[in-house]
């Protein structure tokens, strides 16, 4: 053995590393359940980290070498985890691809980032022989899961999955020099604002995410907690919840999609203790009509994020069920979490407060010049920590960018309140510049979001010659036709200034959004940029 892989070995820090660790330390427990065709299918710590070494050495047999990127389409199954960990395990780099993803955005994925192996469920086959037919530049082997247990390929020059890892020795694969800071995977934003960028993240910055979660949410989430997944393992904040419970070796119930009466059916069957999803979620599942009907009493904690959760689902959740919530907060380039809002602070503080940072996290509020501003005063939002990502692929000028004053900056806008809470105001790019006076996107969509009446908004500033910026809100009312447009601005006018009441309300019946449902606010002000200006554009 060559001096810098012993050394490696006796020190390293990689993410695949802990499943072995958990094979050992609980070999017998269950460490992944899916129900799938109307059955339960359980995996072992023990025959997962089997799965893990088959896997990377069935990529090994494919010629991969060490950093060489395999991609993955999918939704959530013990096979997408086998894929995300094994990857890593192997020395090569992981790259996840939203599923809702066109055949074109996968293309310029694959290309960019010049992935060599494709994994996917045979869900998407019809999108990937679409991809195939675009003939991506690197992609030398496509691998198809099969969902049905079918044996056997689905087209000409795909290869199976399940034959292709079940060939392969279980051993461990030691042989390779893995350190903390090579790129465990590379993930794309979702582009709400711009074509997304290609984050990558070391096995450091995935690791300590999810070590660090197991501190801020030692009551809830640890070797005897049953965590529910509901959320797509592709998002990174998902893949923290759940890299976390497999570090401490707890046993986790995927969900292949969000199904209300499946995830009731699952926490009775299952005693799911801690569940994670977004508040649309959690309103879902407990204000439906069957809720009473199963035995949710096992679920004693929730993890929510992506949007704040209204007043009253909040308080259903904590008071009525006694439910300990937390909102993590985070994004693509720092790995997730960054803040947490935990249990104590859920119903005194009101708005989007995304709590303290976490325990491996420096955060703060930087002003223009890189100064960092006392409580109280809004400013970008930054942080520094083993988290961030090394950069951005491809794009030196970007990560340059990013790492001003010595801070990772979120282009988000904040201020930290008199408890040390951080609390967000709006995406940087989203405040309006009107009449001199600068308006949060997010406070008026908040006030409208109030109203009953109102399904979904949005909030932008338009060119207007007097104010510089209007504030426009766009409205997708519950019932259409039951709104008017004074409807909206009286309702406003109750609790906005002056000058944070929209001058104009369009109403739409859907918002654009991305593929991960982030509302696509470049969109509309492009279609509507001359609504005060000129003509209006068609809605």
Known sequence: MNEELNRNIIQRLAIGDAFRRSASRVPDRIALVERR????????????????????????RLGLKKGDRIACLGMNSIEYAVVLYGTPKGAFTFVPINIFLQPADITFILDDAQVKVLVF???????????????????EHYLCISMTGEAGSPAAGILNFRELVDAESSQEVEDVVIWERDIAEISYTSGATAKPKAVMISHLATCIPAMQTLIEMAPHLNERTVTGVMLPIFHCGARTFVTSGLFVGNTNVLFRWFDVAQVLESIARERISLLGGLPMMWRAIYFHPDCGKYDTSSVVAGIYGMAPMDETTQRHLAVEKGIALYLNSGQTEF?????????????????????TPGLMVDGGILDEKGNLLPPGQVGEIVWRGPACMEGYLNNPSATEAARRFGWHHSED????????????????KDMIKTGGENVSSVRVEETLLADPRVQAAAVVGLPHEKWGEAVTAFVVPKTSGELTESDVIDHCKKSLAAME???????????????????????????????????????
């Open 413 to 428: 806008i904040g201020f930290i309140d008199e408890d040390g809470l951080l609390k967000f105001v709006d995406r940087k």
């Open 335 to 355: 790995f997730p979490p960054t803040n947490y809002c935990k249990p104590f602070w859920q119903l005194r503080k009101k708005g989007n407060y995304w709590g």
């Open 501 to 539: 009441v929209p001058k104009k309300v369009v109403f739409l019946n859907a918002l654009p959004t991305t593929s991960t449902g982030k509302i696509r606010k470049t969109e509309l002000r492009e279609q509507y940029r001359e609504v005060f200006t000129g003509s209006p554009t068609s809605s």
């Open 121 to 139: 469920d045979d869900a998407f086959l019809p999108q990937i022989l679409s991809v195939r037919e675009g003939k991506p530049r690197t992609v």
């Open 37 to 60: 065709n109307g059955e339960d299918i359980r995996i072992s710590y023990r025959a997962l980290n089997e799965q893990l070494n088959r896997f990377a050495r069935a990529m090994r």
